[in-house]
T-cell receptor
Framework: AQSVTQLDSQVPVFEEAPVELRCNYS??????LFWYVQYPNQGLQLLLK??????LVKGINGFEAEFNKSQTSFHLRKPSVHISDTAEYFC????????FGTGTRLQVFP | KAGVTQTPRYLIKTRGQQVTLSCSPI?????VSWYQQTPGQGLQFLFE???????NKGNFPGRFSGRQFSNSRSEMNVSTLELGDSALYLC?????????????FGPGTRLTVL
């Protein structure tokens, strides 16, 4: 069965600093990976996805992620965060349904 | 293009009651999936409907059921509510639910069971 592990439940960071949110996956077959963001009292919004091809995936709001097959990782990065990036971030793998990690709360401080 | 809409946004019920939640997908999307989000269990897949047929089902008891109409709108029903059913229920739609097409999420229905 496929699964994802988000290694950090909370990541505090100051505004304009870089951030990395870590995600490891477990899959024995071709993998489709996603990062979603959830703002308070809202649903999930897709940040980016990896289906195949280039291992560096660029998404919305300046986020990017790198698919690393040997490390079975799909870490999310942003070179400079804003206060508005404060939210919950979910890594997910698709097995016709989305299997989510437990989420990482990114808290950006001024 | 309008997004995924869910009604109602908030719901308060008591134990033993039943509840029906509604989801209208993005126009043209034929796949609708439902997820339960709780602080303890996180985001868990309930079921997926495609062309009025349940195509995939998560590991939830039979009290949780759903259906999809010919216009792709979907409803989910929870009977004999338990305190543990308190959660945010999210609906997501996609073109055909193949696994790699993007799922678009609605704002959710927050169900509180007293």
């Amino acid at each position: 069965a496929q699964s994802v592990t988000q290694l950090d439940s909370q990541v505090p960071v100051f505004e304009e600093a870089p951030v990395e949110l870590r995600c490891n996956y477990s899959s024995s077959v071709s993998v489709y990976l996603f990062w979603y963001v959830q703002y308070p009292n809202q649903g999930l919004q897709l940040l980016l996805k990896y289906l195949s091809g280039s291992t560096l995936v660029k998404g919305i709001n300046g986020f990017e992620a790198e698919f690393n097959k040997s490390q079975t990782s799909f870490h999310l990065r942003k070179p400079s965060v804003h206060i508005s990036d404060t939210a919950e971030y979910f890594c997910a793998v698709s097995d016709r349904k989305l299997i989510f990690g437990t989420g990482t709360r990114l808290q950006v401080f001024p | 293009k309008a997004g995924v809409t869910q009604t109602p946004r908030y719901l308060i019920k008591t134990r033993g009651q039943q509840v029906t939640l509604s989801c209208s997908p993005i126009s043209g999307h034929r796949s609708v999936s439902w997820y339960q989000q709780t602080p303890g269990q996180g985001l868990q897949f309930l079921f997926e409907y495609f062309s009025e047929t349940q195509r995939n089902k998560g590991n939830f008891p039979g009290r949780f059921s759903g259906r999809q109409f010919s216009n792709s709108r979907s409803e989910m029903n929870v009977s004999t509510l338990e305190l543990g059913d308190s959660a945010l229920y999210l609906c997501a739609s996609s073109l055909d639910g193949t696994g790699f097409d993007e799922q678009f999420f609605g704002p959710g229905t927050r169900l509180t069971v007293l």
